[in-house]
């Protein structure tokens, strides 16, 4: 089992509608690196959730990867924020997985946490200019975030 981590802004996706929905492709992702990581995705490796770009930024909850990588449809719709007019139906450059719910973390590990522990210095989310939607986590960093959730 891989895990990995996934930002999201509570104001378009949130943990509470990922509850909701119980399930939900991960869609709109438009770096190659970021890509490339869902499409390494297998079912049922774990994702932590995480709530970027608001006023307490952290990891608020724990999915699981329900469907490996398939075409993001929303890469074809002209009326979609990610719609990508060089995209090609017979090669699609855009990929999305399928993530279900687990659970809401009792407590959010705040960014300001993650800074200040040092068995998650290392964390990819940390490294400066990284603006990556979805990153890998160690076994090591994804046990000391359980701890404090």
């Known amino acids: 089992m891989k895990i990995w981590l996934m930002k999201s802004e509570p104001d378009e996706f949130s943990i509470d509608d990922l509850l909701k929905r119980k399930k939900e492709p991960w869609t709109g992702v438009r770096n190659y690196q970021a890509r490339n990581f869902m499409r390494a995705a297998k079912v049922d ?45 017979l090669n699609p450059r855009w990929s999305c997985i399928e993530v279900s719910f687990v659970e809401k973390f009792k407590n959010v590990v705040t960014l300001p946490q993650i800074r200040e522990n040092k068995k998650l210095r290392t964390m990819l989310i940390l490294r400066p200019g990284n603006r990556l939607s979805v990153t890998p986590v160690e076994m090591s960093e994804y046990l000391e975030i359980k701890k404090h959730s």
């Open 45 to 89: 490796d774990a994702v932590l959730f995480y709530h970027s770009n608001c006023a307490e930024p952290g990891i608020v909850g724990l999915a699981r990867v329900s469907k490996v990588a398939f075409t993001d449809p929303t890469q074809f719709d002209s009326k979609s924020d990610y719609y990508d007019a060089k995209s090609d139906k």
